[in-house]
């Protein structure tokens, strides 16, 4: 006991230049590591009451209905089936402006599951210039945003021959039944 006491009252001398230096350093890191985690501890306990407040009935109520205004919204923006006529029109518009020659075409009505959505898909087999169906594409997806290319395939007879066979498939997406 006697040589603990000695060691307390005599600290500096014993741990020498170096002991002190990284003594200091010690409490140093000690003070800053409390800083840290201060903060860390205060925003803990914020989030804590934040998520409590979230699993609470009405709160999640709330939100989920906030959710289904949104995605109510999100499927007034998609035309309805009735306008598909004119949609249809406006992409024969389309490719007899850019000088496709359109074979026939085939259609299919697709309900989307678990979704309000319906799908017209397209196939249109089309010969022209490739620079002309890429121009086509483009304008089309530009003006219809709910059009979504599914697939394009490219086939020439020869390197010589400027006109490229093309299968286009598309699908309009229509809101309502």
């Not at 009935?57 to 499927?75: G, K, M, T």
């Not at 309805?80 to 007899?96: E, F, G, T, V």
């Not at 085939?106 to 089309?126: A, I, T």
């Not at 006109?163 to 286009?168: H, T």
Request: with cysteine; glycine share 4%; net charge positive.
């Amino acid at each position: 006991m006697s040589q603990l006491i000695w060691i307390l009252q005599h600290w500096r001398s014993y741990l020498g230049v170096v002991g002190l230096a990284g003594f200091s350093c010690l409490c140093l890191a000690l003070v800053l590591l409390l800083m840290w985690l201060q903060p860390l501890r205060h925003q803990q306990h914020t989030l804590a009451q934040d998520l409590a407040a979230l699993q609470r009935p009405d709160v999640q109520n709330q939100q989920s209905e906030r959710q289904s205004l949104r995605l109510a919204d999100f499927y007034r923006q998609f035309p309805h089936l009735n306008s598909a006529p004119d949609w249809l029109d406006q992409i024969d518009q389309k490719l007899r402006a850019h000088k496709l020659v359109l074979k026939q075409a085939d259609y299919k009505l697709v309900r989307e599951r678990n979704s309000p959505l319906l799908r017209y898909q397209l196939n249109l087999p089309v010969s022209g210039d490739y620079l002309e169906i890429r121009a086509c594409l483009q304008e089309l997806q530009q003006s219809m945003p709910f059009l979504i290319i599914e697939d394009v395939t490219l086939e020439r007879d020869s390197t010589t021959q400027t006109v490229v066979q093309a299968k286009l498939r598309l699908s309009l997406m229509f809101g309502g039944s």
